[in-house]
């Protein structure tokens, strides 16, 4: 299976910070790879397919880039409604696989 | 725009087994796959197998391979995921998800239901 491992963990911000995850997948993955937020008690949400595709009515503040090994999600200016929990995840390969998650907290 | 609706809660005895729904309205149903996804408390995302529909053959995680069965009812549009000999491990909640797609069997899980908790507990 392939292994995605996300960095950091946890992350603390404040509103309006740039933000940004990594995800390393363990071996070249082309741009098979999306990015989804879950927030506490709900199913997560799609929001960059593709590595660099934005979901259609997320907003712009989100974006996502990279291809092969390295990814990078990025939020531009930090909202108090993006405190969530983000995941990677490859679809290159059966099974698909998720990165262990960045918890997203404000400062 | 496809919705899942998935069934209630599940307390469940070890070694015994759990059948959780997810009925998908409004949208194409038979040419998308259902895949299911699986959270334990405080934890990630773990893929479990999916199907697609028209099709009928499921593929499944090796973890899982011959203890869970997915199967999807296209006359109701409804996927099943089926998981037996169940142990406290299994305590997760459980949700399906849709590929977005057609006739693919994995990519980007554009849609979600509203999970499914399956608590294990003698």
């Known amino acids: 299976d392939i292994q995605m491992t996300q960095s950091p963990s946890s992350l603390s911000a404040s509103v309006g910070d740039r933000v940004t995850i990594t995800c390393q997948a363990s071996?070249?993955?082309?741009?098979?790879l999306n990015w989804y937020q879950q927030k506490p008690g709900k199913a997560p949400k799609l929001l960059i397919y593709?590595?660099?595709n934005l979901e259609t009515g997320v907003p712009s503040r989100f974006s996502g880039s990279g291809s092969g090994t390295d990814f990078t999600f990025t939020i531009s200016s930090l909202q108090p409604e993006d405190i969530a929990t983000y995941y990677c995840?490859?679809?290159?390969?059966?099974?698909?696989?998720f990165g262990q998650g960045t918890k997203l907290e404000i400062k | 725009q496809v919705q899942l609706v998935q069934s209630g809660a599940e307390v469940k005895k070890p070694g015994s087994s759990v059948k959780v729904s997810c009925k998908a309205s409004?949208?194409?149903?038979?040419?998308?796959?259902i895949s299911w996804v699986r959270q334990a408390p405080g934890q990630g995302l773990e893929w479990m197998g999916g199907?697609?529909?028209?099709?009928?053959?499921?593929n499944y995680a090796q973890k899982f391979q011959g203890r869970v069965t997915i199967t999807a009812d296209e006359s109701t549009s409804t996927a099943y995921m089926e998981l037996s000999s169940l142990r406290s491990e299994d305590t997760a909640v459980y949700y399906c998800?849709?590929?977005?797609?057609?006739?693919?069997?994995?990519?980007?899980?554009?849609?979600w239901g509203q999970g499914t908790m399956v608590t294990v507990s003698s």
């Open positions: 995840q490859q679809y290159d390969n059966l099974p698909p696989t």
């Open positions: 409004g949208g194409t149903f038979s040419s998308y796959a």
């Open positions: 199907i697609i529909p028209i099709f009928g053959t499921a």
């Open positions: 071996q070249d993955i082309s741009n098979y």
């Open positions: 593709d590595a660099s």
């Open positions: 998800a849709k590929a977005s797609g057609e006739m693919a069997t994995i990519g980007a899980f554009d849609i």
